[in-house]
């Protein structure tokens, strides 16, 4: 299947974290008891009408900014008609040929090479309500309830070029997108509760012009499932076009049981929506004022951020990625770095020991983190030391300060007191001595082992490697004392 181009394009849906729906006041809340937070307008009763929510507006048009996004100061709202139960009015308010916003572009690493994905278009849109089927699926299923809580949710529709060419970089460009429109604060984009989906469409594409029709992949739950579904349709229409046969323009839904995409109709007679111009909704006309004020108020984005953490701080690639992935890890080591702490330093407390204690769900402040760092850079305590101490703070919320004192934890710096420490280890391990003086090295970390043990962790452990090293060194003719 070498000899196939693929082409793949994205569409993503994404509900905006506005308080309120887009065209009335009702809560936009997950979680909800059922039908218990809508009214007349977004049940779609005869005699009410849309109110557009400001801040759906607004956070559209952040979105589209973050997205590089030219965003019209003319657009149209246009009724998008057809019949389903979680569709009370039988039809959606959407954007057609006036969207909000086009022709933007998503910068972002794939294995380390930089790559870039074209934004065709992004517009404002409400949310149907929620078909529940009884049973696991609609396959089968017995009745379906519906829940109107969803109904008039404010979304955004986020179009991308065919210009993806694997499975891979469909899934990388998601996970950036969803990163973007996160640091943008537009969305908690939690594709379990569905605040993001998205659908793909792929085609393949021969050189000698066995070119295959556009097939639409629905029902991508997770990032995983993107990733697979694809792959799995790659090889599917691969094979059909290999033997000869034809790809039919169809919608497709992924199964994630079997773990293959299964026909859902073909595209031949595609419904026909009619879109006309919402006659209850004005034009939207946006002030340019205030779309630069919403532009120069936008925060630093990943990739923005990403290169300021590798260029002007000076982290690997792999820690800097880490921490922009992890916004909440990446507010931490900022808050730390602040106060003056060196920032590959921070990063590594942050990613590693930080991350590990933090996935338990509590949380530390930078500040305190950085009254932590300052214990062990004074030598007040070993960095082995700190590690006990971050855990006490994530667990208990201790002050380092205080707890150190209070626990009487300090540094055995004393190079007398190490000094027969290490004597003493070497002794009582002579077999291991002469194992590494024949070239076992690595036993060395044995040794620091043993005398950090011995010390509770107490002791400093450079130091002590030092004098491990000086002493099995000199000990080339290193004798057990004579009792
Ligand atoms: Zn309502």
């Not at 879109?275 to 909704?281: C, I």
């Not at 919403?294 to 925060?299: D, F, G, N, T």
């Not at 003086?437 to 107490?458: C, D, I, P, Y």
Request: overall charge negative.
């Amino acid at each position: 299947m070498g000899e196939y181009k693929i082409r793949i394009g994205l569409e993503i849906h994404v509900e905006l974290a506005t308080k309120t729906k887009i065209f009335c006041g009702c809560a936009a809340a997950f979680g909800a008891p059922p039908n218990s937070l809508c009214c007349p307008t977004c049940l779609g009763l005869p005699g009410s009408l849309p109110v557009l929510n400001r801040a759906a507006v607004e956070f559209g048009v952040r979105a589209a900014l973050a997205l590089n996004c030219t965003v019209n100061l003319y657009s149209e709202f246009a009724r998008k008609n057809y019949f389903y139960p979680d569709l009370p009015k039988a039809f959606q308010i959407t954007q057609h040929d006036k969207p909000l916003a086009v022709n933007g572009k998503v910068q972002y690493y794939l294995e380390d090479q930089p790559v870039e994905t074209v934004i065709t278009r992004l517009h404002l849109e409400e949310e149907a309500g929620k078909s529940i089927h009884s049973g696991d699926s609609i396959v089968g299923s017995e009745y379906t309830s519906v829940d109107y809580n969803r109904a008039g949710i404010p979304l955004i529709e986020i179009v991308t070029a065919p210009d993806i060419t694997s499975p891979a970089q469909a899934k990388a460009f998601l996970e950036q997108l969803r990163l973007i429109l996160q640091y943008a604060q537009v969305s908690d984009c939690k594709m379990e509760n569905g605040s993001l989906r998205c659908d793909a469409n792929i085609s393949l594409h021969g050189e000698s012009g066995q070119n295959g029709e556009k097939v639409e992949i629905k029902n991508l739950n997770s990032f995983r499932a993107l990733e697979r579904a694809l792959a799995y349709e790659a090889k599917r229409q691969a094979k059909i076009l290999e033997q000869g046969g034809v790809i039919l323009p169809e919608t497709r839904t992924w199964d994630e049981r079997a773990q293959k995409t299964v026909r859902m109709r073909l595209k031949a007679g595609a419904p026909d929506y009619r879109y006309f111009p919402e006659p209850d909704l004005p034009p939207l006309e946006l002030d340019e004022a205030w779309v630069e004020e919403i532009r120069a108020a936008l925060p630093e984005l990943p990739l923005a951020r990403e290169e300021r953490y590798r260029s002007a701080l000076g982290l690997t690639a792999y820690d800097a990625g880490v921490l922009v992935r992890a916004p909440h890890l990446a507010q931490v080591f900022e808050e730390t770095v602040a106060l003056g702490h060196e920032p590959q330093l921070v990063a590594n407390w942050v990613t590693g020991e930080y991350a590990r204690f933090a996935r338990q769900g509590s949380t530390v402040s930078g500040k305190v983190l950085g009254e932590l760092l300052e214990l062990i850079a004074e030598g007040a305590i070993s960095a082995s030391q700190g590690k006990t101490v971050l855990e006490e703070m994530f667990t208990n919320g201790v002050s380092p300060r205080e707890f150190v004192a209070a626990k009487g934890l300090t540094v055995i710096a004393d190079r007398e007191v190490l000094q027969s420490m290490v004597e003493e280890v070497l002794q009582n391990h002579q077999e291991l001595v002469k194992r590494y003086l024949e070239g076992e090295e690595r036993l060395l970390g044995f040794f620091v082992g043993q005398v950090m043990q011995a010390t509770k962790g107490q002791a400093e452990p450079r130091l002590v490697n030092k004098l491990l090293v000086k002493a099995l060194t000199e000990g080339r003719n290193w004798q057990p004392r004579e009792e």
